[in-house]
């Protein structure tokens, strides 16, 4: 499911668009349009890092990655989805079938992007519901 959509036509080119901003310097993007938080983060990025996506062969980027197999997870385990609508790969489809047969399992779903604004640092939601995960194993 994630493999077509990133391969998806509209995908392919808004990765192509994003290597053809990437390495560029910060005045550069600026002066295109960027906001400075973006224009700093793309200036420090690598184009390559985004060949598969905007070549549409995303499946090769994904080639050593095995499925997940939960059962033979044994420890806590805190399941996290950025919103589908904002780039998060997980589809609201696929989590059900996983907190059914885990039980166990904690869930939190961000409305955030793929990303989970973890630049935020602390203040990201999704640092908060980590350690407040993290917190809960250790201070039962």
């Known amino acids: 499911m994630h493999i077509e959509m990133m391969n ?10 994003r290597r053809k901003l990437a390495g560029r310097p910060v005045e550069e993007l ?12 793309m200036s420090l990025l690598d184009p390559h890092v985004m060949d598969y996506h905007a070549e549409g062969r995303v499946e090769e ?9 939960f059962d033979r997870i044994r420890c806590p385990l805190l399941l996290t989805q950025a919103s589908p609508e904002k780039g998060g790969l997980l589809q609201d489809a696929e989590i059900p079938p996983v907190l059914a047969a885990h039980p166990e399992f ?12 973890i630049e935020k640092g602390l203040k990201s939601p999704f640092w908060q519901a980590a350690l407040g995960f993290l917190d809960g194993l250790y201070f039962r």
Do not use: M, N, W, Y
Request: charged letters at 30%; aromatic letters at 12%; zero cysteines.
């Open 61 to 69: 980027f994904f080639a050593d990655v095995q499925d997940v197999d």
């Open 106 to 117: 904690q869930f939190q779903r961000f409305e955030t992007g793929h990303d989970l604004e």
């Open 8 to 17: 998806s036509r509209r995908q392919v080119k808004l990765f192509g668009l």
């Open 30 to 41: 600026l002066r295109r349009g960027l906001p400075p938080a973006q224009a700093q983060e």
